[in-house]
Nanobody, 126 residues
Framework: QVQLVESGGGLVQAGGSLRLSCAAS????????MGWFRQAPGNQREFVAA????????YYANSVNGRFTISRDNAKSTLYLQMNSLKPDDTAVYYC???????????????????WGQGTQVTVSS
């Protein structure tokens, strides 16, 4: 059974940085594309960043491009999201996700993902 566990969230001042981690288990991590999404109170879940199975291809939402970096360590079965220059608008619960099917480049629609973590709260104060 695929399990995804996020960590690294917390409270940070505007302009600060955080690094989120997503530990995966239950299958061969390196075969599957991964993504990060976030959801603020009262808002729909929105795409943040995506990465292909090998880590060579990445894709970002316009709102985070240039500030956030998605990466993966396939040897550790872990996905990362480095978040710099954080803004109050980045406040949300952040989720990692993966697909049932292997391969592919990257995916940015929530319905393209089949497995989700429980989320980690990120709060950016002004």
């Amino acid at each position: 059974q695929v399990q995804l566990v996020e960590s690294g969230g917390g409270l940070v001042q505007a302009g600060g940085s955080l690094r989120l981690s997503c530990a995966a288990s239950g299958r061969t991590f390196s075969r599957y594309a991964m993504g990060w999404f976030r959801q603020a109170p009262g808002n729909q879940r929105e795409f943040v960043a995506a990465i292909n199975w090998g880590g060579e291809n990445t894709y970002y939402a316009n709102s985070v491009n240039g500030r956030f970096t998605i990466s993966r360590d396939n040897a550790k079965s872990t996905l990362y999201l480095q978040m710099n220059s954080l803004k109050p608008d980045d406040t949300a619960v952040y989720y990692c996700a993966t697909r049932r099917s292997a391969g592919g480049i990257y995916y940015y629609r929530h319905y393209e993902y089949d497995y989700w973590g429980q989320g980690t709260q990120v709060t950016v104060s002004s």
